[in-house]
């Protein structure tokens, strides 16, 4: 049997501690559109082109607190055009009070990026890559 081919990673599902604190990050500092809200624990968000989901979660909730969430993902990245951008981006978040963990480099294979973390501690990498940022 051959692989079935696919279109990569478009969706995303995080399970948050501050759903209205979440949301109003991602849409208000990096963008996103509300897609749909099917209730007060859910919230769907989209750049255009991918899904975010954001589920409340009532055992990260109980648990609130300054350290990051435990969890296996290392890492969110949203794909920029152009490696400028990246110091764009950087400037901007840094301008609304958001910690850049990681300033802006160029690594070695060419793409350049940026850290910073959402509210609940979910590490997110603002990435110029050569080999797919043409094709966004």
Not at 10 to 33: I, N, P, T
Not at 36 to 62: I, K, Q
Not at 97 to 103: F, L, P, Q
């Amino acid at each position: 049997m051959e692989r079935p081919t696919h279109a990569g990673l478009r969706h995303l599902a995080l399970s948050v501690r501050g759903l209205d604190q979440m949301k109003r990050f991602y849409v208000d500092l990096l963008g996103f559109e509300v897609e749909w809200e099917p209730d007060a624990d859910n919230v769907y968000l989209s750049s255009g082109v991918d899904n975010l989901a954001l589920h409340r979660s009532t055992t990260l909730a109980a648990g609130r607190g300054p350290e990051p969430l435990s969890s296996p993902l290392d890492h969110l990245g949203l794909i920029v055009r152009d490696a400028d951008d990246v110091d764009r981006w950087a400037a901007f978040l840094e301008s609304r009070g958001v910690t850049i963990d990681a300033k802006p480099r160029t690594h070695r294979d060419g793409a350049r990026s940026c850290y910073f973390c959402d509210p609940d501690g979910n590490r997110i990498q603002i990435i110029h890559h050569p080999p797919i940022s043409g094709r966004c």
